[in-house]
Structures are given as C-alpha cells and as structure tokens.
C-alpha cells in the first residue's frame, strides 16, 4: 500500500499507461473543484476500469510512518521543525500549505521526551527526511480533511475515528488562518498574522530575542530552500 499521494498516483501511472503529469494535473482539478483527494482518484480507477479497493491510501499507517521519523532522531527532527517553519512563512511556489504544517506540529508535540535521542546528522539525511515529512502530511490533510473551492471546510466522513481529534484541530487551525489569525508556536495565544514574526507572537518573539543578546555571536551560513528536498549554500547569518 502506498503511503504518499505522489506514490499512489505513480503506481496507478505504471498500470494505466498514462503519464504521471497528466494523472496529477486531473486529480489537482478535481480537488480545486471540491472533491477529495481519494474521491478523485477513484473517478480516474473508475474510469479505467480498475478496482478502487487495490489503489489505497492508510491515513493510520501514514502518521505512523511520520511519528517514526519524528522520533528516530531528535537533532533531525529540531533541523527539520525549522526548515518547514521558514517554508510555511515563504511566499514562493515551494511554501509549505499551512494545514500540513499543522499536521506536523500536532504529532511533533505527541512525540514523548524518552524518544528524543541525539546524534550527528549529515544534511543529506536531513534533506531526504524533509522532503519525506512533506509529501506525507500533505497527502495525510488531504484525506482526513474535508474539502471545498474554499479549503478545508471539516472532517473527511471516512476520516477513522482515532485521527478525528487531529482533523479537528487542524481545521479549527487553518479556518484562523484564513481568517488572517494564527496560534502562536511558543505560548498558544491567538493573534493577528500580521503581528507574528517566526510564527511566534510578538511577547514570545521579544523574550526570545532578549535571551539571544545575551549569546556570544557566531557566523553561519543559512542552508536556503530551492524546492522539496533541496538545498544550497546562504548567506552568512549573525
């Protein structure tokens, strides 16, 4: 059973003879129409006279799968917590959807401390991992939420009773988004999107910047995003 969309639709490209592009574009029509995701590759199985039993997504075994990542290795995870808050904040092409971010931040807070291990990570590995949790939660929002022209609009109808509770928040999440509001990362307040800054509240970010004057300053260089899984050498941060 496949575990991303982008699998799922490769698989179903292989057995139609059908190319991966065109069977992307159609399902991307259909969901900007209102339909979900797996009610839109379904029309295509229908319609090729395949069996939509054999074309599945497992929303279950697709948090498992991200809880797994997120657990194996905490300096990774913390790299990757903020690779994807610098995607979700960016105004390219690339940016991260906001409900998939809510994904992420709802099963990183599940992630128990006696799991959190450090070791040494190469870039690499942590590229892979990035672009791995991407294509997971957004194919993961795009099943157990419900859709319209508009967004997410509630819970998907088959969304299975024990991932309820993380749709509903990320619906509650995403409905303040698009109301220009957002849930502060560091102390959990509504505020305004326009007073946020690095996702944080302005009190948050204040206190987080006065502890920082007090640090010796170091020079690094930024890994800057290009795309999913990709990365190149910034400029250098003080």
């Not at 179903?12 to 059908?18: F, L, R, S």
């Not at 054999?54 to 290795?73: A, G, K, Q, W």
Request: contains cysteine; glycine residues 6%.
């Amino acid at each position: 059973m496949s575990l991303t969309a982008r699998d799922l639709l490769h698989r179903i490209a292989e057995d139609t003879g059908q190319s991966f592009t065109e069977l992307a574009r159609r399902v991307n029509d259909e969901m900007a129409s209102g339909k979900g995701i797996m009610d839109a590759v379904r029309k295509i199985l229908i319609k090729n006279g395949l069996d939509p039993n054999e074309y599945r997504l497992s929303p279950v075994r697709i948090v498992n799968r991200i809880t797994h990542l997120l657990e194996e290795e905490y300096s990774q995870t913390l790299m990757i917590s903020a690779v994807l808050a610098q995607m979700v904040e960016s105004t390219d092409k690339d940016r991260f959807p906001p409900p998939a971010f809510f994904i992420f931040l709802e099963l990183l807070n599940s992630v128990p401390e006696a799991k959190q291990t450090t070791n040494l990570s190469l870039s690499s590995e942590i590229d892979e991992k990035t672009t791995e949790i991407i294509e997971l939660t957004t194919t993961l929002v795009s099943i157990i939420c419900s859709w319209s022209k508009q967004g997410i609009t509630g819970v998907a109808r088959d969304c299975p009773d024990e991932l309820r509770d993380l749709a509903r928040v990320v619906a509650r999440k995403t409905r303040l988004y698009q109301a220009g509001l957002w849930t502060c990362l560091s102390c959990g307040k509504v505020v305004d999107l326009k007073d946020t800054r690095a996702l944080l509240c302005s009190e948050c970010d204040a206190k987080i910047y006065g502890d920082l004057e007090d640090m010796p300053v170091r020079t690094y260089h930024e890994r800057e995003r290009t795309g999913f899984g990709k990365t190149k050498k910034g400029p250098e941060l003080e």
